[in-house]
């Protein structure tokens, strides 16, 4: 069986063609993200994950994008483990009181040119934990927040849009 | 005849509590509680507090019945389970975060969900300033040689925040100590005087991977509390959903896990057919974790022709290509080389913690609550419920996989017996209070829920606990006499929620 799944490995790709690529919208999308992170960022975009909070939907989906049919790192896009290495702090959740000042060290952490990203509808404004004693509702109320993704959670291919528009926000010169 | 009985017998019962009793005990009822919880005859299921009362869920496995005691009119505290019985220790230490009410005669006075960090204090009880003091006192490890490690909030993944206090000797780790409740959202206090409608949508949200099980444990005990009468196919697509999210999880579960052993091969393959299962419940109910689509009274989705030939093609196509993945782990020596033996569960830790899901099976802890305490369609379904005693990385492993393979019979089941009909009934004003109470296998465990509705049908208190509860200390147990390195591989075989913990 294991010899099964080697053969697989050599073969075409077995998992059927990114689904992201299937539609001609999406198709757009992967173009233009290559074309736009290859100018920019030298095809090269690391990310750092912060959960501030969040019910750990969007930490699925983020999961998700490095699935055989998202693929993210075929754009130059990749998870890194530390703040140090990042260009982009991607924050989910409404910000608890707990975790605000991790991700004000988070964010102080990385060096500049820096992006924030702010994932899932509780990281704009703290959603349906809004006003709870808990929170700070909203990623932009700690560090400053460049995009947010909205979706509850985001599908994968939505994050995948997301980013795109920040890789215009880039390019239209706060980069 | 169970034990409850003398328990609910020697106590006031609640009136318009379901579908369980509800009872008000003394004090020495209460003491006697815990003895036989101490005594391992009852299990906890869980311990939440109010303003003046606190109310511990009690499961009597052997019976197959459940119950709540409570103690009410209380004033600053009252009589501490956790001295008798160490399970109840953090959901005694994060009762008197938020409520105040002090456990009487337990030692360890250190604040759990509370990081000094709110507005106030005791936010379900009487408000009072913040605590200033930010300072928190791990438990000491003394000796020759030691060293600790500091570990998170922020961890390295793509994953939740929490704390872990390593002290190692070398690479062996002499003790763990987690802290936890960085995530948590202030979600009880939320649901107080939110309507049904709002709640449900909090407790989807109080741990994402299971928004399937916290919306089919709150809409059920919503139910249980108004008399509400489901309709047949919404029962049994309530069991579907919960199948796909039982599949989903425990798919990406066997990935990760084997990806934390340097597996990589299976992480792929895993993901492959975790997405697939997220599309069809998409393509289905009209979202990939089906959040919201489980509602009091019902379903707020049908499932329509296209969905149900998605979801056939899908448990063709999982059928398929599971086996194979079953196969590569069975024949892999070089992974079990890392998995067997690594991150023991005693099984007399896992019963007195009443660990659910697949860390309690895995540790000889029989326990399903669709079987045990079977809800409809489960009542009707035939499945089995896989059981090891090994308590190791392996065998959390292997019950997964034979999860799986049950699940994936059910979905069939199901998908085959499903009846025609309406899929939502209106829940009946009652205008007066009512409580209930739920019990629903998630894919980690049993999640309960509790809440009481005032009489124009809002909620007065809700308490929603996770299976995490049970299952973060006994990690720190497992790991102990384990290296470092291997804590990773420990950890993502346990997959306990944070959010759903830190609610």
Partial sequence: MRKLLFESLIRPPLTEPAPVSADVAAQELVTAINGKAYRRLGRSLAIRFVDAGSCNGCELEAQALGNAFYDIERFGMRFVASPRHADVLMVTGPVTKNMAEALERTYNAMPDPKWVVALGDCARDGGCFAGSYAVVSGVSKIVPVDLHISGCPPSPTDILKGLLALLDHVSEGTG | ?503
């Fill in chain 2, 1 to 503: 005849m169970s034990l409850l009985d003398d328990l609910i017998g020697n106590s006031r019962p609640v009136s318009h509590h379901g579908p369980s009793p509800r009872a008000v005990a003394d004090t020495s009822t209460w003491i006697s509680a815990a003895s036989r919880l101490s005594e391992g005859h009852l299990t906890m299921l869980g311990l939440w507090g109010e303003r003046n009362a606190v109310h511990l869920a009690l499961l009597d496995e052997r019976a197959g019945a459940t119950a709540i005691l409570s103690l009410e009119e209380l004033q600053n505290g009252y009589p501490s389970i956790a001295q008798y019985h160490p399970p109840a220790l953090r959901l005694e230490r994060a009762l008197r975060d938020l409520t105040g009410l002090a456990p009487e005669g337990l030692a360890d006075s250190r604040p759990w969900l509370d990081h000094g960090r709110w507005d106030l204090r005791f936010p379900l009880g009487k408000h009072s300033a913040p605590a200033s003091a930010l300072s928190y006192a791990f438990l000491p490890a003394d000796g020759k040689n030691l060293h600790q490690i500091p570990v998170g909030p922020v961890h390295a993944g793509i994953i939740e925040p929490g704390h872990f206090r390593f002290t190692a000797n070398g690479e062996t780790v002499v003790r763990l100590e987690e802290r936890l409740g960085y995530v948590h959202k202030g979600i009880e206090a939320l649901m107080t005087g939110a309507d049904p409608t709002q709640g449900l949508r909090l407790a989807g949200r109080t741990s994402g991977d299971s928004c399937v099980a916290y919306a089919y444990a709150f809409s059920r005990a919503v139910e249980a509390a108004l008399g509400v009468k489901v309709p047949p196919r919404a029962v049994w697509l309530r069991a579907l959903m919960a199948e796909l999210e039982r599949l989903a999880n425990h798919l990406g579960d066997i990935g990760a896990i084997c990806n934390d052993a340097a597996f990589a091969l299976m992480l792929a393959h895993c993901a492959v057919l975790r997405e697939l299962v997220l599309r069809s419940a998409d393509a289905a109910f009209g979202h990939r974790l089906m959040r919201d689509r489980i509602v009091p009274g019902g379903v707020s989705a049908d499932l329509d022709n296209n969905g149900k030939a998605g979801l056939r093609a899908l448990h063709a196509e999982l059928c398929r290509k599971f086996p194979a993945l079953v196969d590569l782990y069975d024949n892999t020596a070089s992974l079990q080389d890392r998995t067997v033996g690594a991150g023991v569960v005693e099984s007399g830790l896992a019963g007195q913690y009443g660990a659910g899901g697949y860390i309690g099976r895995a540790a000889g802890r029989d326990f399903d609550t669709r079987r045990n305490l079977a809800y409809a369609p489960y009542d009707q379904l035939s499945f089995e419920v896989p059981l090891l005693r090994d308590g190791d990385v392996n065998a959390r492993i292997w019950i997964r996989i034979r999860e799986v393979e049950q699940s994936l019979s059910l979905m069939e089941q199901i998908l085959d017996r499903l009846p025609d009909g309406p899929f939502l009934a209106e829940a009946p004003a009652v205008n007066e209070v009512r409580e209930g109470m739920a019990l629903v296998e998630g894919f980690r465990g049993d999640v309960l829920a509790w809440l009481r509705l005032s009489p124009a049908g809002k909620i007065e208190r809700c308490h929603l606990r996770d299976p995490s509860w049970f299952q973060w200390p006994l990690l720190e147990a497992a790991i102990k006499d384990n290296i470092v390195a291997d804590f990773p591989l420990c950890n993502k075989s346990f997959n306990c929620s944070y959010s759903g913990h830190d609610l």
